[in-house]
């Protein structure tokens, strides 16, 4: 047992016995202990079912998002060697919900609670060869089981803001320790490699980039989704504002309506179900502007007049390669939406202030490529700006270009290390 975890040990199941009893009163944590029920016997009918593999690897990721970086890693190795045993959890339902049917892998299942009873039978249920974890989401009783039965741990797009608890007084032994638990830490830049290094004493950290880019620049050469709709914005300056909450639609849409020369826009809610979409067309109603839903969308659209409505999920990442600009929403919530998806297109990028939980946001702010607004006033006069100089529209686009392709490799660096461990085990296998 490591000092620094016991502590933690002792007190998870006192915490989880007293969430058990408050479950009814709160809502997540009803769905937390619901989604968990019977777990280890699902995962044991599938994993008796499956044929002999000379190799398993586990990937863990907190969400969704975690989880795009592992897959082009997941399809680099897969395509090499089709009949690894792959096994993917996540903590959060969204995650779960949206990857539960991924087809390369052999179980989704949640993560188990992180006791030292849970860990242990988890592991010894998928025997895993490599855990391959995702940016964050440490849990230490699963990492050190995962390590005392011989699993070689990889932390891969790992990153140190600025204002994490990794760096609180309190906290920074107790993470120092699960940070050596890991054989191999890739981080997504070399000030991260630093501080893993300096703070952490992390030798094994060393600079990989984000794998998130290599899916980025994957996904950005299929754009079948959107064929029917670039015919319809042919010569025109193009807004697309994805991901946008009603925060943002309150500063976009006057600061648009005041655009003496507009840009054609398309609007993209983070919400598309039909009450979120109902308040959005009163709200364009309200303000006399005319729009059309993507569902109802005919050869009749006039971009030039018409405000087309994104009301139907898949079309987003597709969209950015209409526009010759992107408004980026959530900045005015609790943090910016990927900002990769728009920048891969080489196009300037607008964004709200809380952006700074987004290294890839600041990152693009940092290189030129971004533009963050504070209220409506700076939003006007950058939209004009924007729409009507296009010298400065193609400076800030390529900067944005340019950073992503400048950080596009960590699959194969990553990808390599699980080939040189997929390697070792068939020597000692065969």
Not at 322 to 347: K, M
Not at 396 to 425: C, D, P, S, W
Request: aromatic share 10%; proline share 6%; hydrophobic share 45%.
């Amino acid at each position: 047992m490591i000092p620094a975890f016991l502590p933690y040990t002792v007190l998870i199941p006192i915490a989880l016995g007293i969430a058990k009893l408050l479950n009814p009163l709160h809502p997540k944590l009803k769905i937390f202990f619901r989604v968990r029920k019977g777990l280890f016997e699902d995962l044991e009918q599938k994993i008796d079912k499956l044929p002999l593999s000379t190799f398993r690897l586990w990937v863990h990721a907190a969400s969704v998002g975690e989880f795009e970086q592992a897959r082009p890693i997941i399809a680099a190795l897969k395509a090499n060697h089709p009949k690894i045993t792959l096994f993917v959890s996540f903590f959060s339902d969204s995650g779960y919900n949206a990857r539960k049917n991924f087809p390369d892998a052999s179980a989704v299942f949640y993560l188990p609670a992180d006791t030292r009873t849970n860990a242990r039978k988890l592991v010894s249920l998928l025997k895993p060869d490599v855990m391959l974890l995702m940016r964050y989401d440490f849990w230490p009783n699963h990492l050190r089981e995962a390590k005392e039965f011989g699993t070689k741990l990889i932390l891969a797009a790992a990153v140190l803001q600025d204002n994490a608890p990794y760096f609180n007084p309190l906290l920074k032994g107790f993470y120092r320790n699960i940070f050596h638990l890991f054989d191999q830490i890739y981080t997504i830049s070399d000030r991260d490699t630093l501080a893993f290094r300096q703070i952490f004493n992390c030798e094994q950290a060393e600079t990989a980039g984000d794998p998130r880019v290599d899916q980025v620049l994957l996904r950005s050469k299929n754009t079948a989704k959107v064929a029917h709709i670039k015919p319809l914005f042919e010569s025109s300056t193009v807004l697309v504002a994805g991901s946008v909450w009603e925060q943002d639609e309150m500063l976009l849409l006057p600061a648009w309506q005041e655009l003496e020369k507009k840009p054609s826009l398309v609007l993209v809610p983070h919400e598309v179900n039909p009450e979120n979409m109902a308040r959005l067309y009163r709200e364009l109603q309200n303000r006399s502007l005319a729009y059309v839903p993507v569902s109802a969308l005919n050869d009749n659209f006039n971009s030039q007049q018409e405000i087309l409505v994104i009301d139907q999920t898949g079309y987003l990442v597709e969209l950015y390669s209409v526009a010759s600009f992107a408004y980026i929403g959530g900045g005015f919530g609790v943090n910016v939406h990927n900002t990769l998806e728009p920048a891969v297109y080489g196009i300037p990028l607008l964004f709200g202030p809380h952006y700074h939980n987004s290294p890839e946001a600041e990152g693009l702010v940092a290189a030129g490529g971004a533009t963050v607004i504070h209220n409506q006033k700076e939003l006007t006069v950058v939209l004009k700006a924007l729409t009507t100089n296009s010298t400065q529209r193609k400076k800030e686009g390529t900067a944005a270009g340019q950073f992503v392709r400048e950080r596009a490799g960590a699959t194969e660096v990553i990808a390599g290390n699980l080939e040189h461990y997929y390697k070792t085990m068939q020597k000692k296998t065969g």
